[in-house]
T-cell receptor, first 112, second 112 residues
Framework: EDKVVQSPLSLVVHEGDTVTLNCSYE??????LLWYKQEKKAPTFLFML??SGIEKKSGRLSSILDKKELFSILNITATQTGDSAVYLC????????????WGAGTKLIIKP | DSGVTQTPKHLITATGQRVTLRCSPR?????VYWYQQSLDQGLQFLIH???????AKGNILERFSAQQFPDLHSELNLSSLELGDSALYFC???????????FGSGTRLTVV
């Protein structure tokens, strides 16, 4: 059965710390992996990764994919209280008609 | 405002009832996706429509149905409601079939 597993489920750190969130997947005919941030309501898109080893970066956030080991990491450096959210990982596969399989998310809490 | 409009924002209804959730995608987006997010299950893909046609069906119960109209808005109909149907229902849209969904703010359904 295809699945996406995120770890840790929750994480509490202090402002200024660097965090690494993990997403592993077992999906037949993988096409892409996406990261979303969910604060109060709607998830918002962060990154889409399709190729191994190419880092995507946006400000203090970066992400990389390892298609051999079937995982991705999301790094957040110099964390701020505004980074507190649930971070969701989702995977798309070939012939999925663009539906996604979602992980359960990592709840990140940044303490001032 | 993401540009994806969902109504109503909150809905409280009794078991056995039927409700309709509405979604207006971002201007120009042809694809609409429906998701259910409950506390214990995370985001679950329900169904995907592209330009009025059903393209993919996920874990959608037979009591649930959806359609996308010629003006591209979509409705999710939930009938014979059960307590376990209480969840946040998201609609997302994308310009083409694919990634980088834009989510609406969701409809919180409470079945009592």
């Amino acid at each position: 059965e295809d699945k996406v597993v995120q770890s840790p489920l929750s994480l509490v750190v202090h402002e200024g710390d660097t965090v690494t969130l993990n997403c592993s997947y077992e999906v037949t005919n993988f096409r892409s992996l996406l990261w979303y941030k969910q604060e109060k309501k709607a998830p918002t898109f962060l990154f889409m990764l399709t190729s191994s080893g190419i880092e995507k970066k946006s400000g203090r956030l970066s992400s990389i994919l390892d298609k051999k080991e079937l995982f991705s990491i999301l790094n957040i450096t110099a964390t701020q209280t505004g980074d507190s959210a649930v971070y969701l990982c989702a995977v798309e596969w070939v012939d999925s008609n663009y539906q996604l399989i979602w992980g359960a998310g990592t709840k990140l809490i940044i303490k001032p | 405002d993401s540009g994806v409009t969902q109504t109503p924002k909150h809905l409280i209804t009794a078991t056995g009832q039927r409700v309709t959730l509405r979604c207006s995608p971002r201007s120009g987006d042809l694809s609409v996706y429906w998701y259910q997010q409950s506390l214990d299950q995370g985001l679950q893909f329900l169904i995907h429509y592209y330009n009025g046609e059903e393209r993919a069906k996920g874990n959608i119960l037979e009591r649930f149905s959806a359609q996308q109209f010629p003006d591209l808005h979509s409705e999710l109909n939930l009938s014979s409601l059960e307590l376990g149907d209480s969840a946040l229902y998201f609609c997302a849209s994308s310009a083409r079939q694919g990634w980088s969904y834009t989510f609406g703010s969701g409809t919180r359904l409470t079945v009592v």
